[in-house]
């Protein structure tokens, strides 16, 4: 996966890309000597909790501060963490509601996946792994909560966050292999970037803050998505006006939905390799689905196949 991304990204050419395993870690700083450095094994290990405690990400669903319905974790090598939590936040724990401007149809998160993609990188390269806590996601039904472990550096205050600041990552051979994957800039862009894909999609700015131990970042739902979730009677705000006739799905489950209204013998295997996902991620949104009333499995697991309810 990291050749062809740092290839892809244009921050390898090929020729750099295909050299030995060996070598290309030697490359990216990943050894000293005849030895594999913690980075190394961080990065690219399928365990590197063997080593490292609190090397993975922790994500719950709360109804309350008090109330947890359901809860994740997010283990395996980091470069892979990234794309496994952003993949499970924003099929299973974040519904896009979903709206139309004439006949195109517009899907909406209360935050942008691109954003918080960005400050999720953050929280990976910059943690504090000599913590044995890992990075904790609290997601409401109308705001994100994560805290990282690991104060921020002298140089860096959390006021200057969105401004022009330094670029001093507490893991820097992390750091060089995110950078190198394509994943993250070199330059403190990140959270330029976040104001960026905020401005595209009128949403609020996240608003980080240094506390207990480490860096908070809240992100809350913009007045558009609450204006459209009231409509859709999410969260308890009063009987939607006028709802339009299906329920609200993410792009994830559209995909499949699409997929197999194409070819209702599709296995979940099949969906996985269509869509390029992970085959949990895709047994989790035809559960979804099914629970929404807009499919249904008939038949035997191995020999059934899948039924489009008409509404």
């Not at 060996?22 to 050894?31: D, V």
């Not at 006028?242 to 939905?257: A, E, G, R, Y």
């Not at 099949?270 to 499919?295: C, F, M, P, Y």
């Amino acid at each position: 996966m990291f050749r062809e991304k740092a290839v892809e990204s244009q921050r390898l050419d090929k020729k750099a890309a295909g050299v030995s395993v060996q070598n290309l870690l030697q490359n990216l700083r990943c050894t000293e000597g005849s030895h594999l450095t913690r980075a190394a094994m961080m990065c690219f290990h399928p365990d590197p909790e063997r080593w490292v405690t609190g090397a993975y990400i922790k994500i719950g669903f709360f109804a309350t501060e008090a109330d947890i319905l359901y809860q994740d974790e997010i283990h395996g090598p980091l470069l892979i963490q990234v794309e496994r939590a952003m993949d499970l936040i924003f099929t299973k724990y974040m519904k896009a509601l979903v709206s139309y401007e004439g006949i195109n149809r517009q899907e909406r998160f209360f935050f942008p996946p691109d954003a918080f993609r960005e400050l999720l990188l953050n929280a990976v390269v910059h943690k504090d792994y000599t913590e044995t806590t890992p990075i904790q996601i609290k997601i409401y039904s109308d705001r994100i909560w994560m805290w990282n472990p690991g104060n921020m550096p002298e140089e860096v205050k959390v006021k200057d966050l969105f401004k022009k600041h330094v670029s001093k990552p507490r893991n820097p051979n992390i750091a060089n292999v995110f950078f190198k994957s394509g994943y993250v800039e070199s330059w403190g862009r990140g959270y330029y970037n976040i104001e960026l894909a905020c401005e595209e999609t009128d949403s609020k700015l996240p608003k980080p803050k240094a506390e207990f131990g480490g860096l908070t970042v809240e992100c809350r739902a913009s007045d558009q998505y609450k204006e459209l979730a009231s409509k859709w009677n999410i969260g308890g705000v009063n009987p939607p006006i006028n709802p339009p006739i299906n329920p609200p799905i993410n792009k994830m489950q559209q995909v499949l939905l699409d997929l197999v209204k194409e070819n209702n013998n599709y296995t979940y295997d099949d969906l996985a390799s269509l869509t390029n996902k992970h085959r949990d991620t895709v047994r989790e949104n035809l559960k979804k689905l099914q629970e929404l009333g807009l499919i249904r499995r008939v038949g035997a697991r191995k020999n059934g196949h899948w039924e489009i309810v008409e509404k």
